[in-house]
């Protein structure tokens, strides 16, 4: 079957590839061995952001290369890394607090408000919104707002404030698990069972059985609705 | 956008959909089980294995694939300069990196091993392939297992695991699992992910194939990636070195055979580089890459069995490196997502498996392996798939979660497939999707004792590469779990070890001695190993 071909022009150098392809599967199909910018291959890790320019249009867009099929005349550069700003902490001794964020990433104050990081997000995500939350000390909604997040760094590329988005959207997340999300009273107690030796017996118990009887146990077991 | 034949077949599974709902849908037999693996699943393909010849496991069945790199060349040998191999032990002597522990590969394995070194005060480094998190934990999306419910227990988390794998687990290893599940659960939700609770705190948990009670925790879809991206954080809060697009090519052991370190090479300048360690992690993860069977995969780009390589040219043992995991819901179409994985909490949630008529032809709560069976025998046998660019499948019916959950229930707790799908036009709180098996797990890997050492002293193994915790078949839940029990587990036990361990002189002469056992048994391989990365090229030799 003679598939439908299409230009792209890959770092500037033309090339005709099948228009079904990811733009991933385009630069492989041209002949890349790639070694940046490919990770995950589906979407989940940010490795694989990329620029392109439709011929004729002067909107830059945004994507990633392993989730967005080729387009004719689509120039395309990718984005393998970007130097994010990533300070360090502890998280066991900072504490859920807004002077955190001042401490930590002070230039979010410095946002414009240009809405340039949410115009390019790979992911949809309303980034600037989580950076005002961020700033309000807001760290749940930040968490919430940014959680799918894939860090590949676009949002930052385009930030005249110099912020590094997905750095505050992963401490606020970070605080967010270990201090604001509420504790889960039968994850303790099932941890101090066990370190009391709750179990110990029973699963001693469990593990001499002969294999038919451990059949017959799994066969029967009854299984919660 | 869907085929006409799609769509017509669609009308068929909308005509079921209300009748299917809380329809008892009956669980197969333990023997019509048995039967159905024997006749579908690609593990009992026998033309899909051959049996080794040299190494530890000489005779041992292994998909061809595997066989060939584990039967193939040293990448220094097909480097080597005038010297041979000699070239290389002259800069054993002059290492460019020197540590107490050496973790070889940057996933979730791997980092948490990390930060349990560091937390037992060793020097620790990581090397990895791509960048750290570019790894298989970081695309989980169901979630991961713990008894930690009141009507839960670890006894019953490890009769359902044993059983599900077929009564083939270590049971030291799986009760090492079961009993540190909820700690490590709680280790995770102090270092900060944000695992999905009701308001009270209650974790919010649901069945996986092959679970007696809900157990898996979840953080929406994005469970590993929640788990990668704040383990990743925190190694480098640590200031642990990470040294990224690095391979390890070789193991290098000492010359009482100990483990020593890594020859290593920078995957951009291909630059060889030393590594000299007390001990050694390896934590490579696993093999979809190697496309067992021509089946797609839904693993990431490096997984490629390179750790299961060093460890056996260095003398440790495989364990069920015939088994993998074909999980059942791969994407059959449309053809950019083909193999990536639809997670099976929307099995869990409530959608059915349906043929081309609309008959929900199996309990969607089966084990993965028997699921994977059946959907290849509906199609494969019944004649009752749908056909696709790449092959056939058969529809996972999701509108039916929102008909059972209420709306909303699909952004809120799969979101990340209502993404995957609407890039591609296909809404999937309005239509069902096509899915088949696509290749997803190395179910065997390196032997290890509870410890998380190999037969090699000073060589632990963790995560994915690891074989025996899951037996022959893994629930889904359980990967995750093991990858911070028995990467922290490694981590601790591999930096205590470190304060008394004297390194002799350094060498590759298991490199040299697995070659020379090649040639003894006539093999004279024209591949080497580790393979590192696939080549894949979409069929441009055809066009
Ligand atoms: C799509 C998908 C969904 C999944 N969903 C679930 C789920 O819901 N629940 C569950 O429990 N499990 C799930 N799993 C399985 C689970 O995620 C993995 O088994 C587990 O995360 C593996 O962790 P790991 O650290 O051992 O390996 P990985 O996370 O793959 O990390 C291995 C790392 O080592 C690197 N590496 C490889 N070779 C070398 C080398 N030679 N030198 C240096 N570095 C190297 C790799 O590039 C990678 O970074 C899923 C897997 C996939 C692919
Ligand atoms: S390769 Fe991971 S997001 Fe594209």
């Known amino acids: 079957m003679k598939r439908e071909m299409v230009d792209v022009y890959i770092m500037g150098k033309k090339y005709t590839v099948p228009e079904e392809l990811t733009i991933m599967g385009a630069m492989e199909y041209a002949g890349y061995q790639l070694v940046r910018g490919c990770g995950c291959r589906n979407g989940f890790c940010g490795a694989c952001a990329t620029i392109y320019r439709i011929k004729g249009h002067t909107e830059l867009q945004v994507c990633l290369a392993c989730q967005k099929q080729v387009e004719e005349n689509m120039y395309l550069a990718t984005l393998p890394f970007f130097p994010l700003v990533k300070k360090n902490y502890e998280i066991k001794e900072i504490e859920p607090t807004k002077q955190i964020m001042m401490h ?53 590329s385009r930030c005249p404030a110099g912020i590094s988005h997905p750095q505050v959207a992963l401490l606020a997340r970070r605080l967010t698990g270990t201090y604001l999300a509420p504790g889960s009273e039968h994850l303790d107690a099932r941890v101090r069972e066990i370190k009391d030796g709750d179990f110990k017996s029973l699963m001693e118990d469990l593990m001499r059985k002969p294999i038919e009887e451990m059949k017959e146990l799994y066969n029967h077991r009854d299984i919660e609705q | 956008m869907y085929s006409h034949e799609m769509i017509e077949s669609i009308k068929k599974v909308e005509a079921t959909r209300q009748d299917r709902i809380g329809a008892d849908l009956r669980r197969m037999t333990a023997d019509e089980k048995e039967q159905l693996l024997r006749q579908y699943h690609p593990d009992f393909v026998e033309d899909g294995f051959q049996s080794l010849q040299v190494g530890p496991n000489r005779g041992d069945k292994v998909p061809h694939e595997l066989a060939e790199l584990l039967q193939a060349e040293s990448r220094l040998a097909r480097m080597k300069g005038p010297e041979g191999m000699e070239s290389f032990e002259a800069v054993l002597v002059a290492p460019d990196y020197e540590t107490d522990v050496l973790v070889i590969g940057g996933g979730g394995a791997g980092a948490s091993a990390a930060i349990e070194a560091h937390e037992g005060h060793a020097d620790v480094m990581i090397v990895t392939k791509l960048r750290m998190g570019d790894a298989n934990t970081m695309m989980a999306e169901g979630g991961i297992q713990a008894a930690d419910k009141e009507h839960d227990s670890p006894a019953i988390h490890y009769l359902d695991a044993f059983g599900g794998g077929h009564y083939t687990n270590r049971p030291e290893l799986l009760y090492k699992l079961v009993t540190e599940g909820p700690e490590c659960v709680k280790w995770l939700n102090d270092l900060g992910v944000m695992f999905d609770k009701d308001a009270d705190g209650t974790m919010v948990t649901t069945h996986g194939g092959g679970t007696s009670r809900k157990r898996m925790h979840a953080a929406k879809d994005y469970s590993g990636a929640e788990i990668m991206r704040v383990l990743r954080d925190e190694v480098m809060n640590r200031d642990i070195p990470i040294v990224d697009f690095t391979v390890a090519i070789e193991l290098i052991l000492d010359d009482q055979g100990k483990a020593a370190g890594a020859v290593l090479m920078n995957l951009e300048t291909q630059e060889i580089l030393i590594a000299k360690a007390k001990t050694v992690i390896i934590a490579t993860g696993g093999a979809g890459r190697l496309h067992y069977q021509n089946f797609p995969t839904s693993n990431h780009y490096g997984a490629t069995a390179d750790g299961l390589i060093l460890g056996y040219r260095a003398g440790a043992q495989l364990l069920y490196a015939d088994t993998l995991q074909y999980h059942p819901t791969g994407v059959a179409y449309p053809s950019q997502i083909f193999g990536a994985l639809v997670t099976e909490k929307v099995r869990s949630l409530g959608a059915q498996l349906v043929n081309r008529d609309g008959t929900a032809f199996m309990n969607p709560l089966e084990t993965r392996d028997v699921s994977a069976a059946s959907i290849i025998r509906e199609c494969r046998t019944r004649k009752k798939g749908i056909g696709a660019a790449e092959g056939e499948g058969v529809w996972l019916d999701t509108p039916m979660i929102e008909m059972i959950h209420g709306e909303g229930t699909i952004e809120a707790r799969i979101p990340g497939m209502l993404r995957m799908f609407g890039k591609y036009d296909i809404d999937i709180r309005k239509d069902p999707i096509l899915v088949y098996p696509t290749l997803h797990y190395q179910n065997g890997g390196l032997k290890i004792n509870a410890e998380g050492l190999t037969d090699i002293d000073r060589l632990f193994v963790a995560g994915e590469a690891v074989g025996g915790i899951h037996g022959r078949n893994r629930l889904m839940g359980n990967s995750l779990l093991d990858i911070i029990v028995f990467g922290r587990n490694a981590g601790r036990n591999a930096a205590a070890l470190s304060k008394s361990v004297q390194t002799g002189r350094l060498t590759l002469d298991h490199v040299k001695r697995f070659a020379s056992e090649l040639e003894k048994a006539g093999i004279h391989p024209e591949k080497v190993s580790p393979l590192l990365l696939p080549t894949y090229t979409h069929g441009r030799e055809h066009d």
């Open chain 1, 104 to 156: 930590l990433y002070p230039e979010i104050y410095k946002c414009i408000g240009c809405n340039a990081c949410t115009k390019s997000c790979t992911q949809e995500l309303d980034v600037m919104q989580y950076i005002a939350y961020a700033q309000r000390g807001e760290y749940g909604k930040c968490a919430e707002e940014s959680f799918d997040c894939v860090m590949c760094g676009v949002c930052s």
